[in-house]
């Protein structure tokens, strides 16, 4: 998980701004923060206080130039923010924003691409260099080589944003199916992004008021963000299966679906020998999709509800590493589960199956109504959101504890 913003301005803008925006979803990012700034005859870069050392002193043409405190009297027209969660390529290779050699094209990436090294295969086939190994610079060359069809080729989960200088238009995207979040804010004379909606409301022109439309859908019908603007009026969330491109000299922007999920609404005869081969070609798409996903430079582990998903998603990581060792799973998975003393809501006896058969590590918490009211405050801020039920607390109570148990990755059904 990490965190991206920008800005586009018809006027000036201070540097502050888009501090401020970083900073609001520093959480998504502990481990490094980059800034660029750009304005007609200029191109700043800059870092700040969790900005590392490495990344200071290495000499690539993305790596920060100056504290971000220093710059509070440049003036800008389009400026990207990036706070990162280091998941491949730990080197300060895989700073943010990004660019290419020539510095005309920029992105700022939140999400992962599985098949980020067979894409790498493929473009070095086409006459491509690489100086990392992560897959934000496989995202970047995609896009240089394919434009905006890059997505149809992606494996994965994203929300990102590409400064095309040579276009003069910015191309932000998301997600088949809306993993990764991404909301927006446009007037006559700005355009906003931004992982989380906390860090547009910090801007000093969004006015901070209600969607009454989205509030009567979720109190009457228990909606939750069906239309494309939010609880909040004005700030929009981009769709999952969406593409968006702003026209950087008319702030035209074009908003058009790439992704539909096709399907078989044909009725037949059952016949044994398709049941076989439907089953194998299921259990070769699950067991692809896992394997793709330990793709990881740091710890992973799993969500073990004891349902039938992450059941799954525990027996096929082990299979896995029973063929092979994986640095990044260790010799047991490590898997998390809320439990209850409730036998009625408790599902523990059914991971526990799991567990013991697969002689994973298992880590548990216990949610209670007391702790739930105490971190109610912390978990609304979180969610943004306003949630069905109060069951999103468990999830909550197992991030927080796969965070204090070292894994940064975690596979959930």
Known sequence: MCGIVGLVSNEYANPVLIKTMANTIKHRGPDDEGFVFLSEDSIVLAGG???PDKVWNSNLPYSPKIHIN????LKFNIALGHRRLSILDLSPAGHQ????????????FNGEIYNYLELKEELKQKGYTFTTNTDTEVLLKSYIEWGANCVNKLNGMW????????KNTLFLSRDRFGVKPLYYYKDNNHFAFASEIKALIKLPFIKKELNYEAVFDYLAFGWEEQGEESFFKGIKELKPSYNMILNLKNHELKLYKYYQLSYFDNFEKYNPEKEKQYVSNIKDLIFNAINLRLRSDVKVGSCLSGGLDSSTIVCVMNE???????????????????????????????AKIVVESTKSDWIRTFPTEKELIEDLKDLIYIQEIPFGSTSIYAQYRVMKIASESGVKVLLDG
Do not use: H
């Open 320 to 350: 896995i590493i029973k063929k092979q060792r994986l640095s990044q799973i260790g010799d047991s998975i490590k898997c998390f589960t809320a439990s209850y003393q409730d036998d009625k809501v408790d599902e523990s006896k059914w």
């Open 49 to 51: 206080d969790d900005t």
């Open 97 to 108: 924003p990004m660019c290419d050699e020539t510095q005309k094209v920029w992105i700022v």
């Open 159 to 166: 929300a990102f944003a590409i400064l095309d200088l040579r």
């Open 70 to 73: 220093s710059l509070e009297n």
